[in-house]
């Protein structure tokens, strides 16, 4: 699992969801949590590790964020320095499987909504050992 050091951006446009995540990043050791309200405050945030490296080595992130109106999975995998970034993505409350999506617009982890901690924790072990077996 990624290191309790690691960089975590968690953005999510519903309050309760993203105090959701943060509590239980924290709950497993995680200190390095920053919160972002939308997509433009996480762009902003992201923008300040273009200087060559990454500010975040993880996002995790409600679907409309990534996929919706805002594009903002989009943007990460189009941009030379954050398209390997790992990306989690929490689905539609109460939806069992990913709405159809651009195939193209990959992501390391789906997680259901209401997210557990067990599902949260799976799907970081399971991330980190995909970047580092690559």
Not at 103 to 117: D, G, I, K, Y
Request: charged share 20%.
């Amino acid at each position: 699992m990624f290191s309790p050091s690691a960089r975590i951006l968690v953005i999510d446009t519903a309050t309760e969801s993203r105090q959701r995540l943060i509590g239980q990043l924290a709950d497993v050791g995680f200190r390095q949590v920053t919160p972002a309200e939308s997509d433009a405050v996480a762009w902003e945030l992201m923008a300040k590790g273009f200087g060559g490296k990454q500010a975040f080595h993880v996002v995790i992130c409600d679907w409309e964020t990534a996929y919706g109106k805002a594009g903002l999975l989009e943007r990460i995998r189009a941009h030379q320095q954050l398209k390997t970034m790992a990306v989690l993505v929490v689905l539609p409350a109460g939806a069992k499987t990913a709405p159809a999506h651009p195939a193209h617009l990959t992501v390391q982890a789906l997680l259901p909504n209401p997210t557990r901690l067990a599902d949260l924790v799976r799907s970081l072990k399971h991330t980190d050992s995909e970047k580092t077996a690559a």
